[in-house]
């Protein structure tokens, strides 16, 4: 049997990407490049939420949610990237169109 430790737990590694990031864009793909286990954290929230019969899922609920279950493995999970994961889940679940709300973007 393996033991696991809390550094061991996904998402405890620093965030230090090789490139300075100069877009948000660009700091998202880092970030989720370095940590796709929020993405598939993100999809199972949404999941469940629309299980237990929810109309409408919130990504900065989902987030908030995430920290709550993952207080020290959240390091760099910045809230202007709700907007980017909204899109990604939409992308690969377009079915979750009418429950998750996308905004107009203003930057590229």
Do not use: C
Not at 19 to 26: C, D, F, V
Not at 28 to 53: C, I, K, M, N
Not at 63 to 84: D, I, Q, S, V
Request: no cysteine.
């Amino acid at each position: 049997m393996t033991v696991r430790t809390q550094q061991d737990l996904p998402g405890r590694d620093s965030f230090s990407p090789a490139r300075k990031p100069s877009t948000l864009a660009e700091q998202f793909e880092d970030f989720d490049r370095e940590h796709p286990w929020v993405y598939t954290a993100l999809e199972q929230l949404v999941s469940q939420r629309l299980a237990s019969g929810a109309r409408r899922v919130g990504m900065k609920a989902s987030f908030e949610t995430l920290r709550w279950r993952h207080p020290y493995g959240m390091k760099g999970l910045n809230n202007n990237y709700t907007a980017f994961y909204a899109r990604q889940l939409l992308a690969a679940h377009p079915e979750w169109a009418p429950v998750i709300e996308l905004r107009r973007r203003r930057t590229p």
